[in-house]
Nanobody, 121 residues
Framework: QVQLVESGGGLVQAGGSLRLSCAAA????????MGWFRQAPGKGREFVAV????????TYADSVKGRFTASRDNTKNTLYLQMNSLKSEDTAVYLC??????????????WGQGTQVTVSP
C-alpha cells in the first residue's frame, strides 16, 4: 500500500490555473505508474491523466487534453498536475493513485484522499 497525499486545490476563476501535488510515502515510487482522477458531486470517478513510471509517457482524457499537464519528480516522490484554462466543468475532487499505466480506476491499488478544486464562472 502506498500512502498518497494531495495538495494544491482551491477556488479559482474560470480561465485560471492551479497546480496540484501528490506526495507519496514509499521508497519505490518510480516503480508505479501514477494517475489523476476526479469525482464531481453525484458522479463516478473520472479518468484525467496517467503518467508512466519514468515520466516519459502520458495519456490524458479528451476533456483536459491541451490544458492539463501531468509530471512527476521521482527524486522527490511527487506527482504533479498543472491545470490551465480551467472551466467550471473541471470542478471536482481530484485524486491521485498509484498502480498500472491505465485509464481504469481498478488498475490502481492505492489512492489519496483527494483535494477539492472549485472553478467559478
Amino acid at each position: 500500500q502506498v500512502q498518497l497525499v494531495e495538495s494544491g486545490g482551491g477556488l479559482v476563476q474560470a480561465g485560471g490555473s492551479l497546480r496540484l501535488s501528490c506526495a507519496a510515502a514509499i521508497r519505490t515510487f518510480s516503480s508505479y505508474a501514477m494517475g489523476w482522477f476526479r469525482q464531481a458531486p453525484g458522479k463516478g470517478r473520472e479518468f484525467v491523466a496517467v503518467i508512466s513510471e519514468r515520466g516519459d509517457v502520458t495519456t490524458y482524457a479528451d476533456s483536459v487534453k491541451g490544458r492539463f499537464t501531468a509530471s512527476r519528480d521521482n527524486t522527490k516522490n511527487t506527482l504533479y498536475l498543472q491545470m490551465n484554462s480551467l472551466k467550471s466543468e473541471d470542478t471536482a475532487v481530484y485524486l491521485c493513485a498509484a498502480g498500472a499505466f491505465s485509464r481504469t480506476p481498478d488498475s490502481f491499488g492505492s489512492w489519496g484522499q483527494g483535494t477539492q478544486v472549485t472553478v467559478s464562472p
